[in-house]
């Protein structure tokens, strides 16, 4: 069983900025890791939950959705399991809770899709002030 942990939320003002982990916990997480992919959603309470970034593990290509593009990015730490999400320029709108998701596949149709991701943590509250 995948286990994840993300961590970094909080409370920041318009313009600032957060780093969010995401880290592979228990006996698997090392296979947990090793050459898949990550990814983080993003989900505000009553809102359908939506693709933020991912990167993959083997190379290092990463995907971003649109409206983080040139503010956040996403890297990973492969000798510490852990997947980064370095938010800049944070707007009242990015204000959600913070998912990181791991697939069963090492290849994805789709790897802003929701649906092709099995392991889900539980998720970190992000939170702008204007």
Sequence with gaps: QVQLVESGGGLVQAGGSLRL?????????????????????RQVPGQDREFVATIRRT??????????????????????NTVYLQMNSL?????????????????LSDYSGKGEYDYWGRGTQVTVSS
Aim: aromatic share 20%.
């Design 21 to 41: 982990s995401c880290a592979a916990s228990g006996a698997a997480s090392g296979r947990a890791f090793f050459g898949y992919p990550v990814a983080w959603f």
């Design 91 to 107: 707007k009242p709108e990015d204000t959600a809770v913070y998912y990181c998701a791991v697939p069963s596949s090492l290849y």
């Design 59 to 80: 190379n290092g290509i990463t995907y971003y959705a649109d409206f983080v593009k040139g503010r956040f990015t996403i890297s990973r730490d492969n000798a510490k």
